[in-house]
């Protein structure tokens, strides 16, 4: 089944066409961050526009660097949720448009179930697997048994690790999305020079929290205003990402024991994070087991990794009807097979 994904849930206007859900024929991103960093984050009326201005083009550049036409679509795939209601609607009304256009079956795809899929795009990961979730919007781990049939082990009680990477860049003067500048700043800095809280380390769940690592580095900063550049900068930002790490680390071990799996897939854009590769290659070397990372390009948001689901979902004959495929700001993965299952009740 050749099937066209797009995915406009956040800042990237994202088109792929994959053939039966795992080979990559083409994927095109447009990021708008160059935009949003003017403003320190994501202004949703300003990414609903970019994606209106740039879906044609780039669904476009999808079909043409896959050299396929429309007329050779089987399917569509398309994030429904969770994200900005706006930008959902950008994604959804081309992905119905083209449907209706060519009599197509769509399915509306959550967007975290496209991340913990994406690295089937790459390889094949035999289910079950814990699968570990980092990105701006969340931190979460889930159990995933099989395509469809998710549990959630552990999640974050406030901010996401992207979101504490970029709200710490903030504190540290630097441009929006600051994690990957923080990973590199990180990579000649001294990880034990900052004394940083490790939040519920060892509180006996598989839950985590940011936000006392965030005000712990304000609170430095506060005691050393003159840690913005040179090498205290670079200190600070390693001891901050080691943190970050340690407790991802803590928590993925958790889970681990909690489930009984012996396969990690880490996922979304903080899976980019170069300690926290680092880190999680030592534990499955400690733990025995082992610990999967997509390639940079599918950690980040993409259109692509919706296609493993959509593929999957389309030729099991479960679509979204249109009248029901609208943006949904929230979706619980737990929720997403028993919501496609209901249409057909
Ligand atoms: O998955 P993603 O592209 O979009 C969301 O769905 O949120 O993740 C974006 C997040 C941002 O917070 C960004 O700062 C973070 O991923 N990020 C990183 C790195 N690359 C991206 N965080 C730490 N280290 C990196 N190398
Ligand atoms: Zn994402």
Redesign the pocket.
């Known amino acids: 089944m050749l099937i066209l994904a797009i995915e406009t ?2 800042d ?1 206007t994202a088109a792929a066409v994959v053939r039966d859900g795992r080979q990559l024929l083409s994927s095109i991103v447009a990021s708008q961050v160059a935009v949003h960093a003017e403003y320190g984050g994501v202004v949703p009326e300003i990414a609903s526009r970019h994606h209106l201005e740039a879906i044609v083009t780039v669904v476009a550049e999808a079909l043409r660097s896959a050299a396929v036409s429309f007329a050779d679509l089987e399917g569509i795939a398309v994030t429904q949720g969770p994200g900005l209601v706006g930008a959902l609607l950008v994604g959804i009304g081309t992905a119905k448009g083209i449907a209706q256009a060519r009599q197509l079956p769509i399915v509306g795809v959550n ?1 975290i179930e496209g ?1 913990l899929l994406a690295v089937q795009l790459e390889r094949e990961i035999a289910f079950p697997y814990l699968a570990l979730v980092v ?4 931190t979460h781990l889930y159990d995933v048994q099989e395509i469809g049939h998710y549990r959630t082990v552990g999640q974050t009680l406030d901010d ?4 504490a ?2 709200k710490v860049g903030k504190l540290l003067g630097l441009p929006y ?4 500048i ?2 590199r700043l990180a990579g000649i800095g001294n990880p034990v020079a900052v004394r940083l809280p490790r939040p519920m380390l060892h509180d006996g769940t598989c839950n985590l929290s940011f936000s006392g690592l965030k005000t712990a580095v304000y609170t430095h900063l506060q005691r050393h205003p003159e840690v913005t550049a040179g090498q205290p900068l670079h200190d600070l930002c390693a001891s901050f990402q080691q943190a970050v790490c340690d407790v991802l680390v803590a928590k993925t071990r958790a889970a681990l024991a909690q489930t009984g799996h012996q396969r990690v897939v880490v996922a ?3 899976a ?3 300690g ?1 590769r680092r880190a999680m290659a030592t534990m499955a070397e400690q733990q025995g087991c082992t610990v999967v990372f997509p390639s940079p390009a599918l ?3 993409n259109a692509a990794m919706l296609a493993v689901a959509g593929e999957h979902y389309l030729t099991r004959g479960l679509q979204t009807p249109m009248a029901q495929l609208d943006a949904l700001p929230t979706w619980p993965l737990e929720q997403v097979l028993t919501r496609l299952q209901a249409h057909y009740d």
Request: hydrophobic share 25%; net charge negative; proline share 6%.
């Open positions: 849930s956040c990237e967007h991340h990105s701006g919007g969340h996401a690790a992207g979101e990477f970029d999305p600051a994690g990957p923080i990973d979304g854009g903080v980019c994070n170069s926290l950690c980040a948001d």
